[in-house]
């Protein structure tokens, strides 16, 4: 049986491969190639923010009747880094090399954390909490 802490841990690794080879391309100065490589990492980013926010979120807050707990600071923390991507992309699109590599460490700090939270804390009671992982998990995978 998977969990769900196990899945969306796995999906925060995918996310911070995709981010550091950005980074990477950033660092040598490949405009270009930042260019792929950050528009595909964001788009993994926020499919991972709306599987979470559409499914896994609503499924734990109906299970375990919390509405206003982690799933709050998930959801504001969330945002946060949404509108730090909007400053990465005016760098991105300015080639600003400086403004790029400040902007992604600091969201790479906030991801770090929120990973943290998400894996030790809401992923295991989400697993401990939904009466069917198995039928969740599907649905975030979309099978």
């Not at 080879?21 to 930042?34: F, I, L, R």
């Not at 926010?53 to 923390?77: D, H, K, N, Q, Y």
């Not at 943290?116 to 939904?130: F, G, H, V």
Request: aromatic residues 6%; charged residues 20%.
């Amino acid at each position: 049986m998977t969990r769900i802490t196990d899945h969306m841990s796995c999906d925060h690794r995918h996310c911070d491969e995709l981010f550091s080879d950005a980074e990477n391309h950033a660092n040598a100065g490949q405009w270009e190639q930042t260019n792929q490589a950050w528009k595909i990492f964001a788009d993994a980013l926020e499919a991972h923010f709306r599987i979470e926010e559409e499914i896994l979120f609503p499924a734990f807050e109906a299970a375990s009747g919390m509405s206003g707990g982690p799933t709050a600071v998930m959801r504001m923390e969330h945002q946060q880094m949404r509108a730090l991507l909007e400053e990465i992309n005016t760098a991105l699109a300015a080639q600003d090399k400086a403004q790029f590599l400040g902007g992604s460490e600091t969201l790479m700090v906030m991801m770090q954390q929120h990973n943290m939270k998400e894996e030790q804390i809401l992923y295991p009671m989400a697993d401990r909490t939904l009466p069917d992982t198995e039928a969740t998990l599907q649905q975030m995978t979309g099978q």
